[in-house]
Every structure is written in C-alpha cells, then in structure tokens.
C-alpha cells in the first residue's frame, strides 16, 4: 500500500515538473512572439519622429552639400522629416562623439567621411571608440582627388613629376587644405610609391591653396573635383591624373596615378552614414534601403558632377569592411610619416 503510494506520488511530481515544463515553454515562445511583434510594429512606426543627420563640417562643403540633398530624398522615402545639424570642429571628432554618445534609436545619424577614417591614427586619443561606438550603416558616394599643376610649370604627366622631384629632392612642393586631409595624405602616399621627396605646405582651406599654386608658390596639389573642376577648364590648372584606382566620370581622359606606373595606389573621398552602436538591425536595414533609394534619384546628378561622385548603394556589412580597409591603409601612411594632428 504505501509502496503504491510512494509510485503515486512519483508519477504526480513527474507530471507537476512535465507540466510546469510545458509552461516555461509556452511562456518563452510567448515571449519571444511578442518580442518579434513589438519590434516589427516599432518598425513599421519608425520614423515616429525627426531623423537627425549631424554633419560634423561647416554648412556649406561638399560633405554638408551631400547630406541635404541625402535627408531630403530618404525623408521621401521614409515618410518622416530629416534635418541637418552641422557640429564642426576638432577635425570632425565634435560631430562624431555627439553621434558615438547619442541612443541607438536610429534618430540620431553621422554623415561620415573621410576623416572618420584617419581620426584613430592622427590623434593619440578620442573622446569615442570608433570600432565598438559607431555602426555602419550606408555607403554614400566616393569621389577622386586630381593631381593639378600650375600650367606654365613643365609638367604634363606623372612621370615628369616623380624625374623632376628625383632630380632635385624636398625642391618640389605641394599644397594642402591642413594636416590629415585627403589633400595631405594622398600627396604623402604618393611620394612613399614614387620614392620621392617633396614638401608639405599646409594652408587653412583648399582656396589659399590652390591661389598659391596659380601664383607658383607651390607646384603641385592632390585636391578635390569640386575645388579645381572649373580652373582646369578655365586653363588656369593643368590636371595629371585622378588619384582613385579607376578613372573618374568626371574627367574620363586623365589617366589614373596607378596607369602612370604606381600600382595600386589608389586615394579617395568618401561619404558615408553611421548610427549608434547597438542601433536595432532593422532600423540600419530600413535606412539602407532608403539611402539606396536616394542616391538613384535625379537630385544628385548636379552634385555628382560638382563634386565628382560615384554614388554608391551598398549594404551596411560591405560599407564597414570598406571602412576598416580605409582605416588600416592610411594607418600605415600615417605612421610611416610620422604625421601628428595639430
């Protein structure tokens, strides 16, 4: 008797611990199911409010220009308002920490360049992890820097310039718009491939530049499409090649620096969104998609020849491994130079 009591009452707790296991499952896959409605529903809301895209540059430039029309057309696309807020300063690392240090909500966006890039080798340290505080979440458009020279100079290929800075070292100098801009860099990769010397002449901005190159204070400048476009047309800069691996739309008869005997060397600008680390999956996805959409559409097509983009549409995982190659290439650049940010 108490033999058939003591099974009962096994049989019992084996049914009571069955039971209660059926429950937990139920309530986790209940769980879960909300869990996937409530964020399928807080994307199907989203945007609920204003999108921020923080330009950390001065309203006005090429990367400010490239950000409104980006917000106006994904504003479209997304049913929602998207304004622009320029943070400038510090080399670009105001507008970036403000972004690093915002919720990951997807409202608060950074028009990333190439600076973005650089930052991490220039200075010793920044107020943000760049790897663990941002996630990648569109690529935008790149475009090439042009090697220019002042037309009465006797320069009219690459190959004159690398004989000419061979002949007579550190006498060949170049232009930049500032330390650790692609202006600097592209000119200090250069002369790392060629083996030559030349010198470095900073100046705050690309117009004093490119007024000195004109004046023959310097000879020669790695500068943007949009600062050199219309005096290469005027005459008043001669143009030697793009410095992009591929030639430029822009300028499809220049040849690239890599044609003219430096393989692989390859320079760009580029523009591109982050969002906060943690950043919900499909939040990132939903504004890729809709930066997919925006860089197709009409808007752009003055801007493309102004600046000399290539827009691109590329998904998040492509754009961050684009970004880490970026990273380590000037790393080794930098490092090589012993380039320091003032």
């Not at 170049?174 to 650790?180: A, E, K, L, P, S």
């Not at 204070?217 to 005459?235: H, K, N, P, R, Y």
Request: net charge neutral; with cysteine; charged share 20%.
């Amino acid at each position: 008797m108490f033999a058939r009591e003591r099974v009962s009452a096994g049989s019992r707790a084996m049914l009571l611990t069955a039971v209660d296991r059926c429950r937990f499952v139920f309530l986790f896959a209940l769980a879960a199911l909300l869990l996937f409605l409530l964020g399928h529903a807080a994307l199907a809301a989203y945007p609920e409010r204003v999108i921020k895209i923080i330009v950390p540059f001065a309203p006005g430039g090429g990367t400010d220009a490239i950000a409104r029309v980006l917000a106006q057309e994904m504003a479209k696309d997304l049913g929602g308002s998207i304004i622009i807020e320029n943070k400038p300063g510090a080399g670009t690392i105001i507008g970036a920490q403000a972004v690093g240090s915002a919720e990951a909500d997807g409202y608060t966006l950074l028009m990333g360049s190439f600076a973005h890039a650089v930052n991490p080798s220039l200075y010793a340290k920044l107020p943000f992890d760049p790897d663990k505080d941002f996630a990648p979440v569109a690529f935008i458009a790149r475009s090439p820097n042009i090697v220019v020279v002042n037309p009465k100079s006797s320069f009219r290929s690459i190959a004159d310039l690398i004989a000419a800075a061979k002949a007579e070292p550190d006498k060949i100098s170049y232009g930049t718009f500032g330390t650790g801009t692609s202006a600097h860099l592209a000119g200090e990769m250069f002369k790392r491939m060629a083996g030559v010397n030349m010198t470095m002449v900073p100046y705050k901005g690309s117009a004093p530049a490119i007024t000195d190159l004109i004046g023959g204070q310097t000879q020669v400048m790695f500068t943007t499409v949009a600062s050199a476009a219309s005096l290469i047309e005027g005459g008043q800069l001669r143009a030697l090649a793009v410095t992009t691996a591929e030639r430029s739309p822009a300028f499809p008869q220049l040849p690239t620096i890599a044609e003219t005997g430096l393989a692989g060397f390859e320079a760009e600008t580029w523009y591109g969104l982050f969002a906060p680390a943690k950043t919900p999956p499909d939040i990132i996805d939903r504004l890729n998609r809709s930066a997919a959409k925006a860089v197709q559409p009409d808007a752009f097509k003055k801007l493309s020849v102004n600046e000399g983009l290539v827009m691109i549409a590329a998904p998040p995982e492509e754009f961050g491994r684009y970004y880490r190659s970026e990273v380590e290439r000037w790393r080794k650049v930098i490092e090589q130079a012993g380039i320091k940010a003032e």
